[in-house]
C-alpha cells in the first residue's frame, strides 16, 4: 500500500504564491508518473500539470508559465510551486502517484489540500 501525504496549501491573494508538496510512502515499489489535480466546487477534476520519472513535465494551459512541477526521487516527493495565483485558481489539490509493483501499475490518490485565492 502507499500512503500519500500533502501539505502547502491555504489562503494568499491574488498575484501571491504557494509551494505543494506531496510525499509518498511504502515499500516494494516503483514511482512512476507523479501529478496535480484539482476539482474546484461544482466543477470536474482536472489536470494540473504531471511529471514523469525522467523529469518530463506537461502542464493544463490554464496554468502554463505560472506553475512549476519538480519531484525528488530520492524522496519520493513531488511539489508543485504556483506563482501569480489567480482566484480562479482556488481548488482542491489531489497529488496523484502511479506505482508499480510485481509488473502492475496502480494509481494512488492523496485526500486533497485547499487552496483559496481571496484578497
Known amino acids: 500500500q502507499v500512503q500519500l501525504v500533502e501539505s502547502g496549501g491555504g489562503l494568499v491573494q491574488p498575484g501571491g504564491s504557494l509551494r505543494l508538496s506531496c510525499s509518498a510512502s511504502g515499500s516494494g515499489f516503483i514511482i512512476l508518473r507523479m501529478g496535480w489535480y484539482r476539482q474546484a466546487p461544482g466543477k470536474e477534476r482536472e489536470l494540473v500539470a504531471v511529471i514523469t520519472s525522467g523529469g518530463d513535465a506537461n502542464y493544463a494551459d490554464s496554468v502554463k508559465d505560472r506553475v512549476t512541477i519538480s519531484r525528488d526521487n530520492a524522496k519520493n516527493t513531488v511539489y508543485l510551486q504556483m506563482n501569480s495565483l489567480k482566484p480562479e485558481d482556488t481548488a482542491a489539490y489531489y497529488c496523484?502517484?502511479?506505482?508499480?509493483?510485481?509488473?502492475?501499475?496502480?494509481?494512488?490518490w492523496g485526500k486533497g489540500t485547499l487552496v483559496t485565492v481571496s484578497s
Open positions: 496523484n502517484v502511479q506505482t508499480l509493483r510485481a509488473g502492475v501499475r496502480m494509481d494512488y
